[in-house]
Each structure stands twice: as C-alpha cells, then as structure tokens.
C-alpha cells in the first residue's frame, strides 16, 4: 500500500503545483531614490548627524555613465547653515559604469523651527543623460522624490 500512495502523492502535488499562469518580467531600466520604502520621513529639530539617503539604479550594465540631475528644494522654514548642510557636491551624480547606488548626503542641524513654515527638504530626481525612467516605471513615478520633513522634538 505505501509503494501506492507515495508515488501518487508525488503525482499530486506536481500536478497541483503547477501554475499555468506565466509572470510577466518587468525589465526597464530606472533609477530612484529610497529611504526605508517611504516617500516622506520626519526628522527631529535636535538631530545633529550626517544621513545618507541612498539614490539607486537598477538596470543591466551600461555602456556609458549615468549622469542624473536632481533638486534639492528647500521649504521657507528651513536655511542652510541653521537647519542642515548639504554635504554631497556632484552634480549631476554621476554612476561610473558597475556602480548602482549612490549617496545624497545632510547633515542635520539642531536648531528649533517656526511650525507655521515649511519645514521640508525635497531630493527630487529630474532626469538624465541616458534617459533612464526617474522613479518606478509607470504613471505615478513613485520614489522619484524624498521629502524630509524637519519637526520640533
């Protein structure tokens, strides 16, 4: 009885295993920014340190360097030089052919905020030389921009 129901079992669970349903690859080359999945990240008044906040791109090897514009635009409640540095120069961010991540750098500075104002720092990706989609590929163009709220602790 069990040289029956082993084979049979087998036979089972092969069939049912069997998905007919084909997943469609996605392969257009884009580059985004992302921090922790999140679009928009608060960050405390009193903070007093270097943040990395990582650009990605995600491709098959190219034949050239990527060279990606982007803005950084400040909100009216916050100033360089009181409320945080921009530690990265390059512009535009270059990506040496084989690199695939590369870091927009601020540092935090602590100093109290008026909470009328806006508070926001937005690394938005504008585009590039290759034209590589900026953000996810498709209408919403999600992780094209990071906004770094700055909050009173």
């Given at each position: 009885?069990?040289?029956?129901?082993?084979?049979?079992?087998?036979?089972?669970?092969?069939?049912?295993?069997?998905?007919?349903?084909?997943?469609e690859v996605y392969d257009e080359?884009?580059?985004?920014?992302?921090?922790?999945?999140?679009?928009?990240?608060?960050?405390?008044?009193?903070?007093?340190?270097?943040?990395?906040?990582?650009?990605?791109?995600?491709?098959?090897?190219?034949?050239?360097?990527?060279?990606?514009?982007?803005?950084?635009?400040?909100?009216?409640?916050?100033?360089?030089?009181?409320?945080?540095?921009?530690?990265?120069?390059?512009?535009?961010?270059?990506?040496?052919?084989?690199?695939?991540?590369?870091?927009?750098?601020?540092?935090?500075?602590?100093?109290?905020?008026?909470?009328?104002?806006?508070?926001?720092?937005?690394?938005?990706?504008?585009?590039?030389?290759?034209?590589?989609?900026?953000?996810?590929?498709?209408?919403?163009?999600?992780?094209?921009?990071?906004?770094?709220?700055?909050?009173?602790?």
């Amino acid at each position: 009885m069990k040289k029956i129901i082993l084979p049979l079992l087998a036979i089972i669970l092969t069939l049912t295993s069997c998905n007919k349903e084909e997943i469609e690859v996605y392969d257009e080359p884009f580059v985004h920014i992302n921090f922790n999945n999140i679009s928009t990240s608060n960050i405390n008044s009193n903070r007093r340190d270097i943040v990395s906040y990582y650009v990605y791109l995600s491709t098959k090897p190219l034949a050239k360097d990527l060279l990606l514009d982007y803005s950084i635009i400040i909100g009216d409640g916050l100033q360089e030089g009181v409320d945080f540095k921009i530690i990265t120069t390059e512009y535009p961010l270059v990506f040496p052919i084989g690199i695939y991540r590369r870091p927009i750098q601020i540092q935090w500075l602590d100093h109290v905020l008026d909470a009328e104002k806006d508070n926001t720092l937005t690394i938005k990706l504008n585009s590039n030389n290759l034209g590589i989609t900026v953000g996810f590929p498709g209408p919403d163009a999600n992780q094209s921009k990071l906004i770094l709220q700055k909050v009173n602790s």
